[in-house]
RNA sequence: GCGGCCGUAGUCUAGCCUGGUAGGACGUGGGCCUGCCACGCCCAAGGUCCCGGGUUCAAAUCCCGGCGGCCGCACCA
């Protein structure tokens, strides 16, 4: 597993302005946090703005925005204050800490019930006489360590929480917004937010952070009604990559995926290639994607059936969309818990929402288009990113500065700046400023030279192929527009 | 959290083993030059050598602790 992509994306990161460690004049600042910087600020939205095209819009999703901190009672009708939480057994002697549970499976064979009590567990570790598999020494009392970050709300200190996913919201939302009128199923709700985990050690720059960002789709469904044929016939021809036990991958449309039974429902598979061929649209290499379907062990709590989207990078395969049906998992507890009734009504019948979930996580996409992307061929390096990704999207250049045409381009440029995301730069030889925009995947370079002043045409220098063309500048507006629009999709 | 390696201007790095308070490259600012793909010239700014403590006449250098980074284990909704 060889890190140097990794290593050249993070001093390009570090060097350029994407994204550098929060806090950073101060010593002693925790690790897991990072800010983005000017450019990566950019691809992030930009990222976003695709996400709502081709997942929210495409689909016909309905997005809110919920607050970060919520009420406990909300996570323990989630099973987030006691599932979030894994039982811990330190070592006295060299401080090694392990999963209780797990320890105690694998050294007596004896299955460990998830909700024994943490002092049933110790007492099974002293009855067993497990000790610490490192160097033998005796072992801790069984604790818990909670990933959610506790917080205190107001003068009484009242217990809440930062949300460990930001899909908490949406559930509890989802009593008024049906009220109000989105009353139609499958009912896709969806947010773009930031979530909080306490991690026990973050790592990897934007790909383990404690505070990062999601965007997750929460598909409430009637489940005895399938995806509805409108829905199907869009993508029910996309061929998913689907990973079997480990690494094979097969190809197969969504279609075929649920007649062969790989994919048991029309509305799983139908939201697997939606968002399998998202991260086709900008420009993640489809070969490097798999759909992997995840065994009992690694599932989460509240998942009946969980596919991760893994992308492969310099650092293995990376998760990027945790994909997860819920069942009515998440409906019944606050239903339970707060005593409201979430039923909804479809078709003469009163159901509780089942729910299936693409859980997406937006920095490690960032990185990722950001590795994908990063070429180098020894000469030039160059960050080829879908134009309508790309963080600046024009850059405007006088040839030479002087003779008039810095004001020249300076008059470009101001026609641009309104419109896109525009850079004026007259320093450095041409060469050079070109150099300095690719390495930060300007697409579209316009020069300012000596014909300009002639003719007013100008010429634009195409970022992967270096061509030039030359365009009148009363037609650059519209040029760039086409060569900066989002591809079609039907 | 455990173990290994590591932490020097914005970035990459020399120096550390064999203590004597830092040198380069790129980048940045200014000036010159420049008719299209980083190769030009001149000048300048920029360093708490991660932080704290210890040893020493003297610490970037040796020792201890902390913080941070990478890798492995563990964990990963």
Known sequence: MSGRAYDEVMELALRRGFYFPSCEIYDGAPAGFWDYGPLGNALKNRYVEAWRRYVVRYDGMVELDGSVIMAKDVFVASGHLESFADPITRCLRCGS???????????????????????????????????????????SEVTRFNMMFRVSVGGEGAEAYLRP????????????????????????????????????????????????????????????????????????????????DGESVTEITAEEAVREGLVPMRIEAYYLALIQRFYEIIGIDRTRIRLRRLGEDEKPFYARESWDLEVQTSLGWVELVACNYRGDYDLSGHMRVSGKDLTAYNRGRKFVPHVFELSMGVDRSVY??????????????????????????????????????????????????????????????????????DEIGVPFCVTVDYQTL?????????????????????????????????????
């Open 97 to 139: 800490v392990f999963r209780a549970d797990r320890l105690l499976q694998e050294k007596t064979g004896k299955i460990v019930p998830e909700r024994l009590p943490d002092s049933e567990i110790y007492a099974m570790i002293l009855r067993e006489g497990v000790r610490c598999p490192s160097c033998g020494g005796e072992l």
């Open 165 to 244: 996913e930001t899909c908490q919201s949406l559930f509890i939302d989802f009593l008024r917004v049906y009220k109000i009128g989105w009353s139609r199923f499958p009912l896709p709700l969806c947010q773009f937010g930031k979530s909080f985990r306490n991690e026990i050690s973050p790592r990897q720059g934007l790909l383990r952070l404690r505070e990062f960002y999601q965007a997750e789709v929460e598909v409430l469904f009637d489940p005895e009604d399938d995806l509805d044929e409108r829905r199907w016939a869009r993508l029910k021809d996309h061929r998913l990559r689907l990973a079997h």
């Open 368 to 437: 990722v288009l950001l590795e994908h992307n990063l070429t180098s061929d020894g000469r030039r390096r160059v960050l080829r990113l879908p134009p309508f990704l790309a963080p600046v999207q024009v850059a405007v250049l006088p040839l030479v500065d002087r003779d008039g045409l810095p004001e020249k381009a300076m008059e470009v440029y101001e026609a641009l700046r309104i419109d896109f995301d525009a850079v004026y730069e007259a320093d450095d030889t041409i060469g050079k400023r070109y150099r300095m925009l």
């Open 454 to 490: 002639q003719d007013d045409t100008v010429t634009v220098r195409d970022r992967d192929t270096t061509r030039q063309e030359r365009v009148p500048v009363s037609e650059l507006k519209a040029w760039l527009s086409r060569a900066l629009s989002y591809p079609d999709v039907r």
